[in-house]
């Protein structure tokens, strides 16, 4: 299991992970801007949807093996590191009032895309202290 310690690898792979599965963010407020009732659009977000989650959780998983074995650290990563499970949480809920056809609770869904934006700012200032 010694390719675990590639730390650089699984940075890498968890930026990628993250890029593929958070571009849905942008993707879904400029095409419902220029394209608001198009149902192709609707079902192609549904199924980007499941992009989505998966390739957070794939994201997840290569940032802490990336920060488990990493040399240096400091306590914004770990800030950076606690707002990827807290988002992974709210995510979770989302998809379960969703998936139960429970009403939209739109404060979680604005929550997570405060913390989104803080998020990318928290884990680029903290490498950049490193
Ligand atoms: C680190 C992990 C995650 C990040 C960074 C993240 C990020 C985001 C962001 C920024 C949004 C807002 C998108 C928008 O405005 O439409 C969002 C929405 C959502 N996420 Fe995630 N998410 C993560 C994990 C998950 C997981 C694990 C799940 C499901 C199990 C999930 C399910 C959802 C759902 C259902 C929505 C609402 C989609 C909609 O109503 O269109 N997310 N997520």
Known sequence: M???RN???FGNLG???????NIYYPAKMILKYYLPDNIELKNFLNNYLQAHIMFNMLG?????????????????????VFFAFFMMVMGGVMYY?????????????????????VWIVVVIAGHGML
């Open 60 to 80: 997840l998983w290569c940032i802490l093996i990336h920060g488990h074995f990493v040399d240096e650290r400091n306590v914004i990563l770990r800030i950076g």
């Open 2 to 4: 010694g390719f675990l």
């Open 7 to 9: 730390t650089e690898l």
């Open 15 to 21: 930026v990628l992970f993250f890029i593929a599965a």
């Open 97 to 117: 009032r969703r998936s139960k056809d429970l009403e939209r609770a739109p404060i979680i869904h604005s929550i997570q895309q405060m913390v989104f934006l």
